[in-house]
C-alpha cells in the first residue's frame, strides 16, 4: 500500500438502514499497524476532506506526517461511503453547457438515476455510522479522532452519534455544526486577503515591492469582467475573467506556500502582464458530479446556503460575483438532485468531554477562528491551537503533528503545551 506494510479488507454494510434487508455496500479498509509497540486498542483515524476525499489515498502522508502516533497505535483509514474504493460514485460532466434550471435538472436526474446506488444514501450521518460499524467490526476500543476540513465535520458527527467511541479528536480547520459555513464564506476570505496584506505593509521589502497591490486589485475586477483576456495554460488557451481571477486568489490563500505569491500576481495582472495568473489560475470547471460531494450539499444544513445571508456578507469583498455565480450553480444542481430527511437536532454543535485539539490557520480564509467561536463552551477539554498566518488545514506544519502526539498518548488536553504553534511563520512573500 504505497510502499507501506497495510493490512487491507473489506466491508459490507447497509446502503439504507432504515430499510431492513436493503443493497449493501463495500467499504474500503487500510490499517498500517503500529510499527515499534503493541498497538495500543485505540487506533488513530484519520478523516479525509472535500467533501469527496478518500482516506486511503493519503496513507503515505499520513504515515510520515503522524509517524510518532503511529510508533504505538494502529491508523485506521477508512474510505468514505462513494469515494475511493467505497462504492465511489460520479456522474460524467455534461457535454453540452448547462444554462437553464431546467438543462440541469435533466442532467442531474439522468446522472443518479444511472447510479448503482441511491444518491441521497451518501452522506456524513451513514458515513459515521459506517466507521462504527468498521471499529466494531476490528475489534478497537475507542477511536483518535483526527479530522481534516470537511473531515472536521465528520469527526463532530460521529462524535455526536457514538460519543462512548471517542477518546480524543483533533479538529482541523473546523466549523461547528450550527454555524453556516457559505453564508461566511466571503467575508472570511476577504478577512484572509486583508491578513495578507497587512502582513505585506508590516515587511519593508514586500511593502516597497508592491505599494499599491491591494488597492489595485477591485479596479482589476472590474477590467475583467469587462474585458476577459485570453491566458496561455498548459498550452492550450483559457478564457480568464474576473470570476476566474476571484477565484484563484481564494484558492491561493488556503495556503501559506501559494499565498505568498498574491500580491505579486495581482501587481504583475494590474500592470497587464497575466504570466503569474496563468501559473496559479484555477480555471472554471463544469459540475464536478461526485455523488457524496452533493449529497452533502443539498441535503446537510451545515453548509449555509442562504441566498439572502450570503449575498449580505459577500457585498463589497473581492469574492462577491464568485458567490453569487457559485451559489446560482449550487442552486441549479440541488434542484434536482435526490433528498433526504436531515434532523434539525443532528446539526446543532456537540456537547462533548472529549479532548479536542482545534487547530486553526490564523489566516485562514475558509474555516477560521471565528467559526469555531464557543467551542470550549460546549468542549470544555478542547484546546483550540492557532499558527499565526497560516491557511486552511494546517496541522503537517512544525511541532502540530508532535502536539497532536502528544494528545493520543496522554489522553488528556491538561498537560499539553503548545506554545510551539506561536513559533510557526507562513513562507516569505515571492519578490520581483
Known amino acids: 500500500m504505497q510502499g507501506l506494510a497495510a493490512r487491507c479488507g473489506t466491508l459490507s454494510v447497509p446502503e439504507n438502514r432504515a430499510i431492513p434487508m436493503s443493497r449493501t455496500i463495500s467499504l474500503r479498509i487500510v490499517v498500517l499497524p503500529a510499527t515499534e509497540k503493541r498497538a495500543a486498542r485505540d487506533p488513530f483515524v484519520y478523516l479525509?476532506?472535500?467533501?469527496?476525499?478518500?482516506?486511503?489515498?493519503?496513507?503515505?502522508?499520513?504515515?510520515?506526517?503522524?509517524?510518532?502516533?503511529?510508533?504505538?497505535h494502529d491508523v485506521l483509514l477508512?474510505?468514505?461511503?462513494?469515494?475511493?474504493?467505497?462504492?465511489?460514485?460520479?456522474?460524467?460532466?455534461?457535454?453540452?453547457?448547462?444554462?437553464?434550471?431546467?438543462?440541469?435538472?435533466?442532467?442531474?436526474?439522468?446522472?443518479?438515476?444511472?447510479?448503482?446506488?441511491?444518491?441521497?444514501q451518501y452522506g456524513a450521518t451513514a458515513a459515521m455510522d459506517d466507521l462504527e460499524a468498521v471499529r466494531k467490526a476490528l475489534g478497537y476500543g475507542k477511536l483518535d479522532l483526527y479530522g481534516i476540513s470537511y473531515g472536521a465535520t465528520a469527526a463532530q458527527?460521529?462524535?455526536?452519534?457514538?460519543?462512548?467511541?471517542?477518546?480524543?479528536?483533533?479538529?482541523?480547520?473546523?466549523?461547528?455544526?450550527?454555524?453556516p459555513f457559505m453564508s461566511r464564506f466571503a467575508s472570511n476570505g476577504q478577512r484572509a486577503l486583508d491578513q495578507i496584506a497587512s502582513r505585506c505593509a508590516s515587511q519593508p521589502a514586500c511593502a516597497r515591492a508592491f505599494p499599491t497591490w491591494r488597492a489595485d486589485l477591485l479596479p482589476l475586477l472590474a477590467r475583467l469582467q469587462a474585458a476577459p483576456v485570453t491566458l496561455r495554460v498548459a498550452g492550450a488557451p483559457l478564457v480568464a475573467d474576473d470570476v476566474t481571477l476571484a477565484g484563484t486568489i481564494q484558492n491561493m490563500t488556503?495556503?501559506?506556500?501559494t499565498a505568498a505569491y498574491v500580491p505579486l500576481l495581482v501587481s504583475r495582472a494590474a500592470a497587464g502582464d497575466y504570466s503569474v495568473f496563468a501559473e496559479h489560475v484555477t480555471p472554471p470547471a463544469p459540475p464536478d458530479m461526485t455523488i457524496m460531494y452533493w449529497s452533502s450539499k443539498c441535503n446537510e444544513p451545515w453548509w449555509g446556503e442562504d441566498p439572502v445571508a450570503m449575498a449580505a456578507d459577500a457585498a463589497g469583498t473581492y469574492l462577491e460575483r464568485s458567490i453569487a455565480l457559485g451559489l446560482a450553480n449550487d442552486q441549479m444542481i440541488c434542484a434536482g438532485f435526490p433528498k433526504r430527511?436531515?434532523?434539525?437536532?443532528?446539526?446543532?454543535r456537540v456537547r462533548s468531554p472529549a479532548p479536542a485539539l482545534a487547530l486553526v490557520g490564523g489566516a485562514d480564509p475558509q474555516d477560521?477562528?471565528?467559526?469555531?467561536?464557543?467551542?470550549?463552551?460546549?468542549?470544555?477539554?478542547?484546546?483550540?491551537?492557532?499558527?499565526p498566518g497560516l491557511g486552511h488545514g494546517v496541522g503537517a506544519n512544525g511541532c502540530l503533528p508532535h502536539l497532536v502526539a502528544?494528545?493520543?498518548?496522554?489522553?488528556?488536553?491538561k498537560k499539553l503545551d503548545t506554545s510551539c504553534a506561536r513559533t510557526i511563520a507562513p513562507r516569505p512573500f515571492v519578490l520581483p
Open 48 to 72: 479525509a476532506g472535500g467533501p469527496g476525499g478518500a482516506a486511503t489515498r493519503s496513507a503515505a502522508a499520513v504515515a510520515s506526517i503522524w509517524y510518532e502516533v503511529r510508533r504505538d
Open 78 to 120: 477508512v474510505d468514505q461511503r462513494g469515494t475511493g474504493g467505497s462504492n465511489a460514485l460520479a456522474c460524467a460532466p455534461p457535454t453540452t453547457e448547462i444554462s437553464t434550471p431546467e438543462q440541469a435538472t435533466a442532467y442531474v436526474q439522468s446522472c443518479t438515476a444511472a447510479l448503482a446506488g441511491d444518491a441521497s
Open 157 to 179: 458527527v460521529f462524535l455526536r452519534r457514538h460519543p462512548g467511541s471517542v477518546r480524543t479528536v483533533v479538529l482541523d480547520g473546523a466549523t461547528l455544526l450550527d454555524v
Open 254 to 257: 488556503r495556503a501559506d506556500d
Open 341 to 348: 430527511a436531515e434532523p434539525a437536532d443532528q446539526w446543532t
Open 368 to 387: 477560521p477562528i471565528g467559526n469555531i467561536a464557543g467551542l470550549q463552551d460546549v468542549m470544555p477539554n478542547a484546546r483550540i491551537v492557532v499558527a
Open 406 to 413: 502528544r494528545l493520543v498518548a496522554l489522553g488528556s488536553t
